[in-house]
């Protein structure tokens, strides 16, 4: 799998818009973008992917530059609930391809 | 979303005793399981892919004699850890894949061993 690149760490004000971005400049053309959190002490929660477009869901949008090498994550109106370590991971899909190679991830602080 | 369940939620044993962890996809089937270890503050590591009616895959520097991994069924896969050592003490998450994209993971087994 590819490598990604996240900023460590991140503040929002609750309510605000949290942007989160993502490096990944080595992404091969069949290998998709996503994204998953982590509530400490709890197994990640699956957000969102996409491959080429934008794409948008419940929980988050999620905004693919043209060249695919970097993307952002954004959480619409951040609530102290969305707290979490957010990891951007770029996989293969399909069928028995679905390791996950989990790195530092961001670390977003919502703040009241 | 699809359910992962895993049990127990935690467990602390004595050096040298083996513990069992389960891992249930509760509303669908999943011919393949993940097993993650997570020691603190530190990322997911993938352990192994557990692979029903077959031998598991283990990752690079794991042991397979020490991390036993049965996939018996379409809906559970267990991992047992044996001749645990405080070294094993860690976060275990198990995760299985629905459908072509999402991947569905448990809550995490926090094993301490004493």
């Known amino acids: 799998d590819a490598k990604t690149t996240q900023p460590p760490s991140m503040d929002c004000a609750e309510g605000r818009a949290a942007n989160l971005p993502c490096n990944h400049s080595?992404?091969?053309?069949?290998?998709?973008v996503y994204w998953y959190r982590q509530i400490h002490s709890q197994g990640p929660q699956y957000i969102i992917h996409?491959?080429?477009n934008n794409e948008t869901n419940e929980m988050a949008s999620l905004i693919i530059t043209e060249d695919r090498k970097s993307s952002t994550l954004i959480l619409p109106h951040a609530t102290l609930r969305d707290t979490a370590v957010y990891y951007c991971?770029?996989?293969?899909?399909?069928?028995?391809?679905?390791?996950?190679?989990f790195g530092k991830g961001t670390k977003l602080s919502v703040i009241p | 979303g699809a359910v992962v369940s895993q049990h127990p939620s935690w467990v602390i044993c004595k050096s040298g005793t083996s513990v069992k962890i389960e891992c249930r996809s509760l509303?669908?089937?999943?011919?393949?399981m993940f097993w993650y270890r997570q020691f603190p503050k530190q990322s997911l590591m993938l352990m192994a892919t557990s692979n029903e009616g077959s031998k598991a895959t283990y990752e690079q520097g794991v042991e397979k004699d020490k991390f036993l991994i049965n996939h018996a069924s379409l809906t559970l896969s267990t991992l047992t850890v044996t001749s645990a050592h405080p070294e094993d003490s860690s976060f275990y998450i198990c995760s299985a894949p629905q459908g072509p994209y999402e991947q569905y993971f448990g809550p995490g087994t926090r094993l301490t061993v004493t």
């Open positions: 080595t992404i091969s053309g069949n290998e998709y």
């Open positions: 996409g491959l080429k």
């Open positions: 509303d669908f089937q999943a011919t393949t």
């Open positions: 991971i770029v996989s293969l899909s399909g069928a028995g391809s679905y390791q996950l190679t």
